[in-house]
């Protein structure tokens, strides 16, 4: 079983850049699709960002483009997530997901179409 790591996570000012990263441990995360989503106190979750098996294609929330990259690195076998010029409103858990199946992610893949997710990490924007 898959099983996916998130790591990266913490407290950051207004304005502040952290990078995430995902990770499977003893799995060749190539073959996947990767999508991180986010969750807030009280609201739904929401997917932010993705990226194909081959990096060649991503995709990104309106609230977060401009702002974040997503990448991923075959070599080290993970995914990352550059999120800078950081704001409140993204405070929240974020978590990696991934998916087999899409050669492109042209239109965000939901939710459903991701088999294997990881526990989160939490990033706490606040001064």
């Known amino acids: 079983q898959l099983q996916l790591v998130e790591s990266g996570g913490g407290l950051v000012q207004p304005g502040g850049s952290l990078r995430l990263s995902c990770a499977a441990p003893g799995f060749t995360l190539g073959y996947y699709f990767i999508g991180w989503f986010r969750q807030a106190p009280g609201k739904e979750r929401e997917g932010v960002s993705c990226i194909s098996s081959t990096g060649d294609s991503t995709n990104y929330a309106d609230s977060v483009k401009g702002r974040f990259t997503i990448s991923r690195d075959h070599a080290k076998n993970t995914v990352y997530l550059q999120m800078n010029r950081l704001k409140p409103e993204d405070t929240g858990v974020y978590y990696c997901?991934?998916?087999?199946?899409?050669?492109?992610?042209?239109?965000?893949?939901?939710?459903?179409?991701?088999?294997?997710w990881g526990l989160g990490t939490q990033i706490t924007v606040s001064s």
């Open positions: 997901a991934a998916g087999y199946g899409r050669s492109d992610v042209a239109t965000m893949p939901r939710a459903w179409e991701y088999e294997y």
